[in-house]
């Protein structure tokens, strides 16, 4: 039997090249799929010696996916037991002073990215028995942030895809899961917040909410591949964020208005 793949969007950092070296660490062979080349060569480089491939990929565009795809399955031989739709932006701010492209910078790549990568995928998922799609969503998929409208909607969009497939794909034998990140100790968390001199992570740690490391995120997304539940909430703040928004959503509103910001933003973001 050949051995197990797996193909990771957002690989050449972050969570995607912790996710690579820790399927990498069970022996999986590991598509490395990025814009950032630099990136993706740091994160091979970190792998054992033929266990990884690297594609440079916008996941915006439905040739590089075929491609990069076509080439992963040659050295695969045709497996694809995990397509890790993980590739995100996290731009934000004030809904009428967001500028329309950066708009469809987040709806492209978080959430057309996702449904060109599965369509894409498809053949290749159908031909691996117990294969699984993952998706990176986020804690503002549970609840929607101010200042993060946009951001907001593709998780939501996510997490709807996400359940919807699980259902449509299983008589393919083909499951589907997410991860729900909070806060990240990515480099996403140094973007400086529109209308400040503050980065994300200075306002996370202005909140006293926490950050959780890559490694943990990565063993949590090893859990949800090869576990029962749809949604994997990472982190405190996203597991209370699960809680509230399915108990107590009234309350979590008044708390998230609360917390918005002069500047129209909110101190709970997520990813």
């Given at each position: 039997m050949a051995r197990k793949a797996i193909f990771i969007t957002g690989g050449g950092s972050?969570?995607?090249?912790?996710?690579?070296?820790?399927?990498?660490?069970?022996?999986?062979?590991?598509?490395?799929?990025?814009?950032?080349?630099?990136?993706m060569r740091e994160t091979a480089a970190m792998l054992p010696d033929g266990l990884s491939t690297?594609?440079?990929?916008?996941?915006?565009?439905?040739?590089?996916?075929?491609?990069?795809?076509?080439?992963?399955?040659?050295?695969?031989?045709?497996?694809?037991?995990v397509l890790f739709n993980n590739a995100g932006v996290g731009l934000g701010g004030?809904?009428?002073?967001?500028?329309?492209?950066?708009?469809?910078?987040v709806i492209d790549i978080n959430l057309k990215g996702v449904i060109n990568g599965i369509q894409a995928a498809m053949p290749l998922l159908k031909a691996t028995p117990g294969s699984t799609i993952l998706n990176t969503?986020?804690?503002?998929?549970?609840?929607?942030?101010?200042?993060?409208?946009?951001?907001?909607?593709?998780?939501?969009?996510?997490?709807?895809?996400t359940e919807a497939l699980d259902i449509e794909l299983e008589p393919h034998g083909i499951r589907v899961r997410d991860i729900m990140p909070g806060f990240i100790d990515t480099p996403l968390l140094d973007r400086v917040v529109p209308g400040t001199?503050?980065?994300?992570?200075?306002?996370?740690?202005?909140?006293?909410?926490?950050?959780?490391?890559?490694?943990?995120?990565?063993?949590?997304?090893?859990?949800?591949?090869?576990?029962?539940a749809v949604h994997t909430a990472v982190g405190k703040t996203a597991r209370r964020l699960a809680f509230a928004a399915r108990w107590m959503p009234g309350r979590?509103?008044?708390?998230?208005?609360?917390?918005?910001?002069?500047?129209g933003g909110s101190t709970l973001l997520g990813r």
């Open positions: 972050g969570i995607g090249r912790a996710v690579a070296r820790h399927f990498a660490g069970q022996g999986w062979l590991v598509g490395i799929a990025d814009i950032n080349e630099a990136g690297t594609h440079r990929l916008d996941v915006r565009d439905r040739d590089h996916w075929a491609a990069a795809l076509a080439d992963f399955a040659k050295v695969s031989e045709g497996r694809l037991d004030p809904i009428d002073d967001f500028p329309a492209t950066d708009s469809d910078t969503g986020s804690a503002s998929g549970y609840y929607g942030a101010a200042g993060l409208s946009v951001y907001s909607a593709t998780k939501f969009g996510v997490r709807a895809i001199n503050e980065t994300s992570r200075d306002k996370v740690m202005q909140a006293g909410l926490e950050f959780t490391p890559v490694e943990t995120v990565a063993a949590l997304a090893w859990d949800a591949v090869h576990g029962d979590l509103r008044r708390q998230m208005k609360k917390g918005r910001r002069p500047d």
